[in-house]
Structure formats: structure tokens, C-alpha cells
């Protein structure tokens, strides 16, 4: 479906011509993505994992198993955050102004604590300029300056722009510390000179974004069964998945440097802004 839209241009001093060009009904494009850095995933109960499975947490496979643990109820695993990519297209004749982003569908429940598969990033999300806290009560979104703090609502006082062509990407880090959320996200935009806003609304492949909070109670970290990849020094990544014989032990040998858990929403934040900046 198009639209038609005026364009009016000054011809060789014999008077103004205007003629009729046309566009897109949803002149933006917009596509969603996740941070495929990290393939940590908490399963709501026990989960068996295959025997002698291997994994490339950089390789083409990791977005398959992403998705296959997923669609068996896994949630991305929050230990600082999660990353969501949006890419922008401006297909449209006008230009085009974002002017809000907020979260819809958000279901909260308890931290899943069942069977937690470890395979901790070995990056971070590009430069970033918006993050949302999920505990909020109402969750808005928040600007983040170059040095990763948080500030104010992002909206309150600028806007993102794209002229005819343009394309950018943002990305925009999610935290949450006290529930295992779903959620999808709705941009609001508008177009040239209109005053009515058009919505898109974003998800994870068609199912809502999945994250759940570190399950600590008392401060310590608990699931039923953790499968990881790490070696006991746990700078040794060996790609093969193997169940940790305790799970409360597996936490030892780091637990100097693991910080509080739960971990507050601003130093997540800023952690995952260093690697950018």
C-alpha cells in the first residue's frame, strides 16, 4: 500500500511546480534483533541437555540453538542485561522523527531458577543511547551519556531523525533484577508534517523478549542444575557443554569479583557500556 505526497519545487523562474510522488503507508522500517554475544539461558524447570553437545557461542549455529532453547521456555539469563538491536530504514519521501519507545505486553513473574546454562559473552552491545529498567513500575526509556550513566527519560527532551534514505541502528539495553519478564517493545514515529503517529511494534522473531533475573535468594546464587562450558579457572571456554556436579560450588571460584546480587540497575548498565567506550 502507498500514499501520495505533495511535492512542491521552484522550476526555471516560470512558476512553481507541484506534482504527486508516492510512498510507502509505513514509511519506516523497522527490524529487531538480540545480542548474540551471549547464549546464557535459564530453562523455568529441570532441563536435560544432549550429551557431548558443542557449542561456538561466535559460530552460524549459535542463533539456531538461541532460538531452539527459546522455544522450549528458556529465558535469556540477565547477568548485566540484554541487548536489542534496532535497525532503521527511512523508504519514505519525508523525513521521519522517532518520538518514543516503550514497552507493551510486559508480563512479570519470579526469577526462573530451574536449569541455568552458563556461556558468558566475551563482549559487549555497540554505543548505546537508551536503556530500559524492567523493574520499574513503569518502564520508560532512559538516556545513557558516553561514559554509561543513566540520566533522564530519553524522550522528554530529544528525538531521533532520518531523512530520506537514511538508515541508523540503535541499540537498546534491557536490565532487570527482581523477575523473569516478557515483553515486546512499540516505537511511535511521525512523518513529515503529520501530527497523528504511526506505531510498530517489536519482537523476537515473533515471539515477545525473554529475560530473566539472576536467582539469588539470601544473595546467593541457586538453580537446580547449570551446564556450562567453562572450565573450573573460568577464562577457559572449551565449547563443550558438560552439567556442573554442584551447582552452588560452581560459583566459587569467581565469587570475589561476582559483585551483589542482585546487581542494581545503573551498574549493569554501565558495565555493559565500558566494552563500547
Not at 519470579?110 to 541455568?116: E, K, Q, S
Not at 554509561?148 to 536490565?175: C, K, M, N
Request: glycine share 10%; charged share 25%.
Amino acid at each position: 500500500m502507498v500514499t501520495a505526497v505533495l511535492v512542491t519545487a521552484a522550476t526555471n523562474g516560470f512558476g512553481i511546480l507541484t506534482k504527486k510522488v508516492t510512498e510507502p503507508s509505513a514509511p519506516l522500517k523497522v527490524t529487531s534483533t538480540v545480542d548474540r554475544v551471549s547464549l546464557s539461558v535459564v530453562f523455568p524447570g529441570v532441563y536435560t541437555m544432549p550429551e557431548r553437545m558443542q557449542v561456538d557461542v561466535g559460530g552460524p549455529k549459535a542463533e539456531s540453538l538461541r532460538r531452539q532453547w527459546l522455544a522450549a521456555g528458556a529465558s535469556h539469563f540477565d547477568e548485566a542485561g540484554l541487548s536489542i538491536g534496532v535497525r532503521l530504514l527511512n523508504r519514505g519521501q519525508r523525513k521521519v522523527r522517532i518520538i518514543g519507545l516503550e514497552t507493551v505486553d510486559l508480563v512479570r513473574e519470579p526469577p526462573l531458577d530451574g536449569t541455568l546454562v552458563h556461556l558468558p559473552g566475551q563482549g559487549g552491545a555497540d554505543v548505546f543511547r537508551i536503556a530500559f529498567d524492567l523493574d520499574e513500575a513503569r518502564p520508560v526509556p532512559r538516556e545513557v551519556d558516553e561514559k554509561g550513566r543513566v540520566r533522564g527519560p530519553f524522550f522528554l527532551r530529544q528525538e531521533i531523525e532520518l531523512s530520506q534514505g537514511d538508515r541508523d541502528t540503535i541499540w537498546v539495553p534491557v536490565a532487570v533484577s527482581r523477575y523473569s519478564v516478557k515483553f515486546r517493545l512499540r516505537m511511535s514515529y511521525l512523518a513529515g508534517e503529520d501530527t497523528s503517529p504511526k506505531h510498530v511494534v517489536l519482537d523476537d522473531g515473533g515471539t515477545p523478549f525473554a529475560l530473566t533475573a539472576v536467582n539469588c535468594p539470601r544473595g546467593i546464587r541457586t538453580y537446580r542444575r547449570v551446564y556450562t562450558a567453562l572450565t573450573p579457572r573460568w577464562d577457559d571456554f572449551r565449547g563443550r557443554l558438560a552439567q556442573v556436579p554442584d551447582p552452588v560450588g560452581y560459583w566459587r571460584p569467581v565469587q570475589a569479583g561476582l559483585g551483589p546480587c542482585p546487581q542494581d540497575f545503573a551498574s549493569k548498565i554501565k558495565q555493559m557500556a565500558q566494552p563500547s567506550g
